[in-house]
């Protein structure tokens, strides 16, 4: 299988290049956000509170949770059934801020991460994709760009949302945020050393995807290519 590792700081655009990429490759893209708000889910379902480390723990041998590639867009299944959209409801993502910090849900969705990996051709994206959960992925790419720009995207969006926000205050909370990701004791944010790094800070979304996809061909088989 073909595994490409895409790490970043937050806010350059790891996910959506991804699923971008993924989708021109015919991969599946590992959202691994949405396997946290999945345990969440399982656990809001059982009603086990998600910040019952202990409980939450016991129930993962009752859960099976995959990713599908399904008519160019990814759904999330939870022993067998369809969550993608419950997974995006507020309390999902509450329960999801919780449950990651229980080891025990970090250690599972790490073993389905390497699973998935494993039987699949796949872009995962995060942090400690390429130094940690695929330190073999034959293609490594650490994609960023500047804190100003990173705060300048994020601010648009928010602007076009209709959220009143402050750009200065987004630029200070992103580089609080790329210092404690860099510094952290576990899996801390950091290329792996045989990573591509690509700057996205002069590139649009679709110049981005073009070189993933480039790099992603120049590995693969020929017939594949």
Not at 51 to 69: H, Q, T
Not at 116 to 141: E, F, H, W, Y
Request: include cysteine.
């Amino acid at each position: 299988m073909i595994n490409i590792a895409i790490d970043g700081p937050s806010g350059a655009g790891k996910s959506t290049a991804a699923k971008g990429a993924a989708k021109e490759l015919g991969f599946i893209y590992v959202d691994t956000g949405a396997m946290y708000r999945a345990v969440g889910v399982a656990a809001l379902q059982r009603n086990i509170a998600p910040d019952n480390a202990a409980a939450v723990a016991a129930m993962l041998p009752e859960i099976e949770i995959s990713l599908r590639f399904e008519e160019g867009e990814q759904r999330v299944y939870l022993n067998g059934e369809d969550v993608s959209k419950t997974i995006r409801l507020p309390e999902a993502s509450m329960a999801a801020s919780n449950v990651s910090a229980v080891p025990a849900v970090r250690a599972f969705l790490f073993d389905l991460q390497k699973s998935l990996a494993a039987k699949n051709n796949c872009i995962m994206d995060g942090r400690d994709i390429g130094t940690v959960v695929l330190p073999d992925a034959q293609l490594k790419i650490f994609l960023t760009a500047s804190a100003e720009e990173r705060a300048n995207r994020r601010y648009k969006e928010l602007i076009e949302r209709g959220t009143p926000v402050e750009y200065d205050t987004l630029l200070a909370e992103i580089k609080q945020r790329d210092y404690n990701d860099s510094h952290r004791a576990i899996a801390p944010l950091k290329p792996a050393p045989d990573a591509v790094l690509l700057d996205s800070s002069d590139l649009d979304l679709a110049q981005v995807i073009e070189k993933i996809t480039a790099m992603a061909k120049e590995i693969m088989p020929d017939e594949k290519a």
